[in-house]
């Protein structure tokens, strides 16, 4: 059968339209205005055909180089949260500047979030850290450590893998004790609520302790105290074994001794002692006054 010149050029043409239909359509996704190219559809891929995110680079070999140059004194990356990209939108920039200081900051922000200078140093809040992690911080909280179950911080002094280690915070969920540990000596140092403010197992070494008290033993002193005659602290001692007002050597055994309690029984006693003293004191001086006088009426009737 002979075909008609006309139709068979018809179909070339076709053919040729819609077999690149598709390359057409693929193409019209890139646009230029000027010297500016831009993607205004779907996922773009480099080093894959299958890309999941708006940009997604690939690299089968080890390591992947992702450059961002300027030849001026810094590179940056600023991330907008504005559509149309306005200078004054918020953004977060991660900078490269003079120095080769790493930095990411804010738009809003004249400071550094986060910096990272030649010697390795971290900075948050400074430009200028002076350790290796230097936080600084214009509200109260600079540091949040916030776990599941416990949250504590580690100290390994002589690298991890030597023993001696300690740690501080919450040890587990079941209380609500904040410990300084020595795991090596075992010497806890815990802050509760439960029983006390502060729990020491071990000893403490102070140049002063200071303790304070609403009531101190001076009432000792009023006119309304009753003051035990010493026969009757003699019966009591006799009966107790301890002084009236002082715990039992049992009861400390058990319970602990208050230091700031002790102080003041302590000084009950001294003043109640004192004033033993001068009751006997007085007693001693009307009896030396009986006496002279006893004297002198002895001495007359001689006479």
Known sequence: MKLDKKYIITALLLGTFFINLPILATAGQWSSTGNVIYYNDGNVGIGTDVPSTKLQIKQSTTGLNFAIRNDADYADLKIFSSYDIPTSATNVTIQTGSGDK??????????????????????????SPQSQLHIKGSTAGMLTLEGGT?????????????????WTGYGNSSDDNFTIANEISGAN??????????????????????????????????????????????????KNKHLPGIPAAKDIEENGLSLGDMQQKQMEKIEELTLYLINLDERMNRIEEENAQLRETLLSLQK
């Not at 790493?102 to 430009?127: C, E, Q, R, W």
């Not at 416990?150 to 300690?166: E, L, N, Q, T, V």
């Not at 200071?210 to 001076?218: G, H, M, R």
């Open 102 to 127: 790493f930095s990411v900051a804010t738009h809003a922000s004249s400071t550094p979030s986060l910096l990272i200078d030649t010697t390795g140093n971290v900075g948050l809040g400074t430009t």
């Open 189 to 238: 140092v815990v802050i509760t609520t439960n029983g006390g403010a502060l729990i020491v197992p071990g000893k403490i070494k102070a140049n002063e302790v200071k303790v304070t008290s609403n009531v101190w033993a001076d009432y000792v002193f009023e006119s309304t105290y009753r003051l035990r005659t010493l026969a009757e602290v003699k019966n009591y001692i006799s």
């Open 150 to 166: 416990h949250s504590y911080i580690r100290w390994y002094p002589d690298g991890y893998s030597s023993g001696r280690k300690a």
